[in-house]
């Protein structure tokens, strides 16, 4: 029998790759043969370039990591573009990367619900839609995978932005 979770051969993006959940995926995925483009705003944590090391390693894979702000203009299509050029192609991309900014409501300020929005929905809609730009492009085959919260169904009272935006 096959291994269900064989990627080997297939090449992954993950966005919020740094550290936390992003971290973790990029390296279950490098462990299953898939190479990586770990793209964030922030530099790789010790802990994360350490299994991403480990995982590659066993694996036989590569891993890339691409610095991207995921708030800016035409963002979304120049981390597609530029995980392209590093990997040579995509088969996979893992929107994780998320925010999170805490007011009680009526303090909730434009500019707090603004940057959750950009990063949290925007990014992976216009990140989802590069993407499959490249993937229908090449006539390949493509999976996206959205990570969400618990919050998007129970709510919660300082973080207004964030739930709208998991929701």
Same mark, same amino acid.
């Given at each position: 029998?096959?291994? &269900?979770?064989?990627?080997?051969?297939?090449?992954?993006?993950?966005?919020?790759?740094?550290?936390?959940?992003?971290?973790?995926? &990029?390296?279950?995925?490098?462990?299953?043969?898939?190479?990586?483009?770990? &793209?964030?705003?922030?530099?790789?944590?010790?802990?994360?370039?350490?299994a991403m090391d480990a995982a590659t390693q066993a694996s036989g894979s590569q891993y890339w990591y691409l610095k991207a702000n995921l708030t800016e203009n035409g963002?979304?299509?120049?981390?597609?573009?530029?995980?392209?050029?590093?990997?040579?192609?995509?088969?996979?991309?893992?929107?994780?990367?998320?925010?999170?900014?805490?007011a009680p409501f009526l303090e909730h300020s434009e500019e707090d619900f603004d940057f959750v929005m950009k990063i949290n929905l925007y990014a992976p809609v216009f990140?989802?839609?590069?993407?499959?730009?490249?993937?229908?492009?090449?006539?390949?085959?493509?999976?996206?995978?959205?990570?969400?919260?618990?919050?998007?169904?129970?709510?919660?009272?300082?973080?207004?932005?964030?739930?709208?935006?998991?929701?």
């Amino acid at each position: 029998m096959n291994n &269900a979770f064989d990627r080997t051969g297939k090449v992954a993006l993950v966005t919020g790759a740094a550290q936390g959940i992003g971290a973790a995926i &990029a390296a279950k995925l490098a462990a299953a043969g898939a190479s990586v483009v770990c &793209a964030d705003f922030a530099p790789m944590a010790d802990e994360s370039t350490a299994a991403m090391d480990a995982a590659t390693q066993a694996s036989g894979s590569q891993y890339w990591y691409l610095k991207a702000n995921l708030t800016e203009n035409g963002a979304p299509q120049r981390v597609i573009d530029d995980a392209v050029k590093l990997a040579g192609q995509l088969d996979i991309l893992a929107n994780v990367a998320g925010t999170i900014r805490r007011a009680p409501f009526l303090e909730h300020s434009e500019e707090d619900f603004d940057f959750v929005m950009k990063i949290n929905l925007y990014a992976p809609v216009f990140l989802s839609q590069a993407f499959c730009r490249h993937v229908v492009g090449r006539q390949g085959k493509g999976k996206i995978i959205n990570i969400c919260s618990m919050l998007s169904y129970q709510g919660g009272i300082l973080v207004p932005g964030y739930t709208a935006s998991k929701h």
